[in-house]
């Protein structure tokens, strides 16, 4: 169907015509014996204290949620420094994405991104009907930041940096990114989409909040689904300039972020340490397997968050089956690589116990050396 059958076909706008629909995580069936390891979720059941606080609340849902979520601005402000009226909320940070994508480009403008990223980011843009202009990552799969910059154009809007990366897990390094920074033109927005930045743990690990006093342009994206396991609740947030901030908010879905998701973000926020000891243990979890993997002789991009990326090539799609038969679901990108998420032991041995099989059936796309 060419995209204007489509449009007279469904009364919808031709853009959507070339926008492939989200394909969530593959989901547990009830009783199964499979470990979800496709979607980057924390493996851990909410805090008591949290599930205390979504209790309180539960006599109130007959009333909206409080737009500027008081208490949590209190608590994100005090945390980063940062003036309240620079906070932006969001159902989850997608939907921030969404606002950054709607507030800065209209119909054929240009938002500048890394390639392969966040499987959202070419749907979102799409969708707004602005123009995706996907920047190749390098032969190790990290941001190519000089071509990025390379790719602006009179038509660019906005730059998207996912940094620790989806699906790869790997990183920008500091003086690469403040290089970055200095040379984009400051009419630009830069989106620092940090949602698994809690996970890296290398020696110079990314603070974005850090810089948005030195790069007027640059705004952070922040969400509670990943390092906090608050998934199914929906709630992100931006940092960024106030008189953008202002504008993110007339695109953003009124009442958009629950009562109960303000109530477990900001007791979240309280129970730091406890949440800290939970990253702990999936950083653990991601070295054991790792030094494992290395051991087996697989040489993998260098992840800092809590999944690996498997660039397997043509041999994706059967090391997905191999793996569902070791009974782990993760995120396949045919006839590119895998995706899986460090969650718990046990689907941790399986993944590995899975990778054995892949090595002994050839089925690991060039990356194990023996
Ligand atoms: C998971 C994820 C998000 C945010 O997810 P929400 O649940 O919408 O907060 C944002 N960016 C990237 C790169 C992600 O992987």
């Given at each position: 169907m060419s995209t204007t059958e489509h449009a007279l076909n469904q009364g919808t706008r031709a853009a959507l015509a070339a926008v492939a629909s989200y394909k969530q995580g593959r989901t547990l069936e009830p009783?199964?014996?499979?470990?979800?390891?496709?979607?980057?979720?924390?493996?851990?059941?909410?805090l008591p204290s949290?599930?205390?606080?979504?209790?309180?609340?539960?006599?109130?849902?007959?009333?909206?949620?409080?737009?500027?979520?008081?208490?949590?601005?209190?608590?994100l402000?005090?945390?980063?420094?940062?003036?309240?009226?620079?906070?932006?909320?969001?159902?989850?940070?997608?939907?921030?994405?969404?606002?950054?994508i709607r507030a800065t480009c209209a119909e054929g403008d240009e938002v500048i991104y890394a390639w392969r990223s966040f499987e959202a980011y070419p749907m979102l843009v799409r969708t707004a009907g602005a123009a995706p202009v996907e920047v190749a990552l390098t032969a190790d799969h990290r941001h190519d930041l000089p071509a990025m910059l390379e790719a602006i154009t009179e038509r660019t809007r906005l730059?998207?940096?996912c940094n620790p990366n989806n699906?790869?897990?790997?990183?920008?390094?500091?003086?690469?990114?403040?290089?970055?920074?200095?040379?984009?033109?400051?009419?630009?927005?830069?989106?620092?989409?940090?949602?698994?930045?809690?996970?890296?743990d290398g020696l110079a690990p990314i603070v974005g909040?850090?810089?948005?006093?030195?790069?007027?342009?640059?705004?952070?994206?922040?969400?509670?689904?990943?390092?906090?396991g608050l998934a199914?609740?929906?709630?992100?947030?931006?940092?960024?300039?106030?008189a953008l901030a202002a504008d993110l908010r007339k695109v953003s879905v009124p009442f958009g972020v629950t009562d109960l998701a303000q109530r477990a973000a900001v007791t979240s926020l309280g129970a730091q340490a406890e949440l800290d000891e939970r990253v702990a243990s999936v950083l653990a979890e991601r070295h054991r397997v790792v030094s494992t993997l290395e051991t087996a002789g697989w040489s993998l991009p260098e992840t800092r968050a809590n999944f690996?990326?498997?660039?397997?090539?043509?041999?994706?799609?059967?090391?997905?089956?191999?793996?569902?038969?070791?009974?782990?679901?993760?995120?396949?990108?045919?006839?590119?690589?895998?995706?899986?998420?460090?969650?718990?032991?046990?689907?941790?041995?399986r993944l590995l116990a899975g990778a054995a099989e892949l090595v002994e059936l050839g089925l690991t796309g060039g990356l194990v050396q023996r």
């Open positions: 009783g199964a014996d499979v470990v979800k390891l496709s979607s980057n979720e924390l493996p851990f059941a909410p949290v599930r205390a606080a979504i209790e309180a609340g539960l006599d109130r849902l007959n009333r909206y949620p409080l737009t500027a979520a008081p208490e949590l601005t209190t608590a402000a005090a945390r980063f420094q940062v003036d309240p009226e620079r906070i932006v909320y969001g159902a989850g940070s997608v939907e921030i994405v969404s606002q950054f730059i998207i940096v699906p790869t897990g790997t990183t920008v390094a500091q003086e690469d990114l403040e290089a970055f920074l200095a040379a984009v033109p400051a009419s630009i927005p830069v989106l620092l989409d940090e949602a698994y930045h809690q996970f890296d909040a850090g810089l948005l006093e030195r790069f007027p342009q640059l705004s952070i994206a922040h969400t509670f689904s990943k390092a906090y199914g609740l929906r709630v992100g947030y931006a940092i960024a300039p106030a690996l990326w498997l660039p397997l090539g043509a041999d994706t799609e059967d090391a997905v089956a191999v793996l569902e038969r070791h009974g782990i679901l993760v995120r396949p990108f045919p006839g590119e690589g895998l995706r899986v998420t460090i969650a718990e032991v046990e689907g941790n041995d």
